[in-house]
C-alpha cells in the first residue's frame, strides 16, 4: 500500500501567510502601546495639575468637593448615550474617566493606592468572578453566569461579613434603580411573585389605599403609600425587564418637548402662558404630542 501526501504549500504562499501574521500581531501591539501612551500621558497630566506649579483649582480640590462632578459626568454620560451620538458619547466616557483619574491621585497622594492598582483590582476581579470563563465552571446562558458572579461575590473575604442577601446595595444610588436592585436580590433569594399578574394586582391594591389615605388626609399616611404604590410599580418594571430610571426619563422627555410647544406656539402667537387660558393650553398639548409621535414614526 502506497501512502500519499498533499503537496506542501507553495513557498510564496507560506511566505505570504507568515507576513500576514506579523502585520496582525504588530498592529495588535501597536494598539496595545498606543492605549497604553494614551492613558500614561492622562495620568501624568493630572499629576501635574495636582502638583506645586500646576492648577489652582486642581490642586484645592478634595475628595468631598468632586463627589458632584462625578455625579454630574455619569448623567452627562448617560445622556450622551441616550442621544446615539457616538462622537459626543466618546467625549463625556473622556470626562467620566478624568473623574477616576483624578480620585486615583487624590488617594496616590495620601499613600493609599494608585491608578494601576485601581486596574490592577478590577482585572482581577473580572477574573475571579468569571470562572465560566476564566476557569472550568459552565454558564450556557446570561442567568447562569449572573448566578456564577453571584456565587464568587458572596465568596470574597470583603463580602464575607455580610449578613443579609440584601446587602451591597448602594443607599446612594436613586430611589428607582435601588428599589428594583433590592428586590432582585429578594428575587435570588427565593422571594418573590409567581406570576405577572399578581405584581399588578399588587400596584391596584396599593393605588386603592393611596386614595384611601388621600380621602384622610394624613400627609405621612399619604407619603408611605404612595411609596408603597412606586415600589409596587418597581416591580412591575422589574418582571417586565424594563429599566424604571429609563422609562421615567423617556416620559419627563416627552413631556418637555410637548410643554416646549406650548410655551413656542404662545410666544408666536404673542402670549405668555399666564394669558392663556387652560383649555387653549390642552389643545397645544394635544397638538404638541401629535407632532412628537408623526416624529417618532
Known amino acids: 500500500m502506497r501512502l500519499t501526501f498533499p503537496d506542501p504549500p507553495p513557498r510564496q504562499s507560506l511566505l ?32 501635574r495639575l495636582r502638583s506645586e506649579d500646576g492648577c489652582p483649582w486642581d490642586r484645592d480640590q478634595t475628595r468631598e468637593s468632586l463627589k458632584p462632578y462625578l455625579i454630574e459626568e455619569t448623567y452627562e454620560t448617560l445622556e450622551a448615550i441616550n442621544s446615539g451620538d457616538e462622537s459626543h458619547i466618546k467625549e ?21 493606592f494608585d491608578i494601576h492598582q485601581v486596574c490592577e483590582g478590577i482585572c482581577e476581579k473580572l477574573v475571579y468572578r468569571h470562572p465560566h470563563v ?87 399616611h399619604v407619603e408611605e403609600e404612595l411609596g408603597d404604590l412606586l415600589f409596587s410599580l418597581v416591580n412591575v418594571s422589574r418582571w417586565l425587564k424594563v429599566n424604571p430610571e429609563e422609562a ?33 393650553m390642552e389643545k397645544l398639548w394635544n397638538e404638541g404630542k401629535g407632532r412628537c409621535e408623526q416624529n417618532q414614526d
Open 16 to 47: 505570504t501567510d507568515v507576513c500576514n501574521a506579523i502585520r496582525i500581531s504588530e498592529t495588535i501591539i501597536t494598539g496595545k502601546m498606543q492605549m497604553s501612551s494614551h492613558f500614561d500621558r492622562l495620568v501624568d497630566i493630572m499629576s
Open 92 to 112: 463625556e466616557l473622556g470626562d467620566l474617566l478624568l473623574q477616576i483619574v483624578f480620585h486615583a491621585q487624590l488617594a496616590k497622594e495620601s499613600n493609599s
Open 134 to 220: 476564566f476557569g472550568e465552571v459552565n454558564a450556557e446562558s446570561p442567568t447562569q453566569a449572573l448566578a456564577n458572579w453571584e456565587r464568587k461575590k458572596k465568596a470574597e473575604k470583603r463580602n464575607s461579613s455580610r449578613r443579609s442577601a440584601l446587602d451591597g446595595v448602594p443607599k446612594t444610588m436613586p430611589g428607582l434603580l435601588r428599589a428594583m436592585r433590592l428586590q432582585s436580590k429578594a428575587a435570588s433569594a427565593g422571594f418573590d411573585w409567581e406570576r405577572t399578574g399578581e405584581v399588578l394586582n399588587k400596584v391596584d391594591e396599593e393605588l386603592k389605599e393611596l386614595r384611601e389615605a388621600c380621602k384622610k388626609g394624613d400627609r405621612d
Open 248 to 280: 421615567l426619563a423617556k416620559t419627563t422627555r416627552k413631556f418637555t418637548e410637548r410643554f416646549g410647544y406650548i410655551e413656542k406656539q404662545a410666544a408666536e402667537s404673542g402670549k405668555t402662558l399666564d394669558e392663556m387660558t387652560l383649555p387653549e
